[in-house]
């Protein structure tokens, strides 16, 4: 199985073990950790241990968000792909901060993850698949994860 593959099905194995807020919020911090290597992979390393674009409370580069925008105003990644990005961002902070349990059946979640589906295409990259109805993912949470988990491959597998 090719590398891209199996780091697939190994993310797809781990986040299925969790519960759905889990998941999203581990997926949402896989994310955000493989955006700030990318962007340290482009700069010049720090003298320090701290790095002060990235650490401590007022550097330019410690949200999830400032990554996205940064990384795609360096061109390090598509509009589509920051768009993307963004959504899994407020996804995150609907699970993360709402006191009460959100979850995928919420109508405002469920929405934002049909927004993410279509934006970075599963249907159309998937066509086997999505045609298979033993394999095929019915619920939210299973296309939130397999549209997560193609967007861990594809930042994983970029040049650094």
């Not at 911090?29 to 700069?43: G, I, N, Y």
């Not at 400032?66 to 993307?84: E, M, N, Y």
């Not at 996804?91 to 109508?107: E, K, Q």
């Amino acid at each position: 199985m090719a590398e891209p593959l199996m780091r697939f099905a190994e993310h797809l194995r781990m986040l299925r073990t969790e519960s759905d807020r889990a998941a999203l919020i581990i997926a949402a911090a896989m994310l955000d950790e493989l955006l700030s290597e990318l962007l340290r992979s482009r700069l010049v390393p720090s003298a320090s241990r701290d790095d002060s674009l990235f650490d401590g409370p007022n550097a330019p580069f410690s949200s999830f968000s400032a990554r996205i925008d940064t990384c795609h105003r360096l061109g390090l990644i598509s509009p589509v792909f920051a768009r993307g990005l963004h959504i899994v961002r407020r996804l995150r902070n609907d699970f993360a901060h709402h006191v009460g349990s959100a979850t995928f059946a919420d109508p405002g979640v469920s929405a934002r993850v049909a927004e993410l589906v279509r934006s970075h295409r599963l249907l159309d990259r998937s066509p086997k698949l999505m045609a298979d109805p033993k394999r095929a993912p019915t619920s939210v949470s299973e296309r939130f994860l397999l549209t997560a988990v193609m967007m861990l491959t594809s930042l994983g597998s970029r040049d650094r």
